[in-house]
């Protein structure tokens, strides 16, 4: 069972489109992060979210984390080619005095020119 | 700074052979993480440690060993290669919130 669900799992857009991720989980979380991924490196944080229902912006991406802090999406408006990569999403939780970190499978974005 | 640095960047083993993978850091951060990657199933955590010394498993950590006498360093042991651990590792390390990940080893075992 996954613990957090990522749709849809591939994307294929033409640049200028919109688009919106959702990242969905039954449990509830700390905090949830983005990451970016291009291919043969590793992930990159692109934002942290901690409060329920709060909305991030980092220029052209919104990010925002649902109420109960079960659930997050990310919105990218108007997609250039450099956008480009695998999201990855990732809930945290302190399990005893242990930090944890679960990640969902991912969303494969491609943005054409 | 140079964040997490992971060596080698690629390796082809043979079933049965043996290997460790490097994985430093020089943010001073106690947690330090492995997982692997494998395509279409996101990340998953092999190993992590919460500081010299002490480390415990993650979700698949059969096949695998780690061991973390510094804080920077974080060693992980491949000791019997096998096809199914054919896969790109990361080294991950942990400040206040966010996870800064190394560029990554590609293996194959075959």
């Known amino acids: 069972t996954q613990l957090l669900e990522q749709s849809p799992q591939f994307l294929s857009i033409q640049e200028g489109e919109n688009l919106t991720v959702y990242c969905n989980s039954s449990?509830?979380?700390?905090?949830l992060q983005w990451y970016r991924q291009e291919p043969g490196e590793g992930p990159v944080l692109l934002v942290t979210v901690v409060t329920g229902g709060e909305v991030k912006k980092l220029k052209r991406l919104t990010f925002q984390f649902g109420d109960a802090r079960k659930d997050s999406s990310l919105h990218i408006t108007a997609a250039q080619p450099g956008d480009t990569g695998l999201y990855l999403c990732?809930?945290?939780?302190?399990?005893?005095?242990?930090?944890?970190?679960?990640f969902g499978k991912g969303t494969l974005l491609t943005v054409n020119p | 700074n140079a964040g997490v640095t992971q060596t080698p960047k690629f390796r082809i083993l043979k079933i049965g052979q043996s290997m460790t993978l490097q994985c430093a850091q020089d943010m001073n951060h106690n947690y330090m993480y492995w997982y692997r990657q494998d395509p279409g199933m996101g990340l998953k955590l092999i190993y992590y440690s919460v500081g010299a010394g002490i480390t415990d498993k993650g979700e698949v950590p059969n096949g695998y060993n780690v061991s973390r006498s510094t804080t920077e360093d974080f060693p992980l042991r491949l000791e019997l290669a096998a096809p199914s651990q054919t896969s790109v590792y990361f080294c991950?390390?942990?400040?206040?919130?966010?996870?800064?990940f190394g560029p990554g080893t590609r293996l194959t075992v075959t």
């Open positions: 990732a809930g945290t939780r302190t399990i005893g005095s242990n930090y944890k970190l679960t």
């Open positions: 449990s509830v979380f700390s905090s």
């Open positions: 991950a390390s942990t400040g206040a919130y966010e996870q800064y």
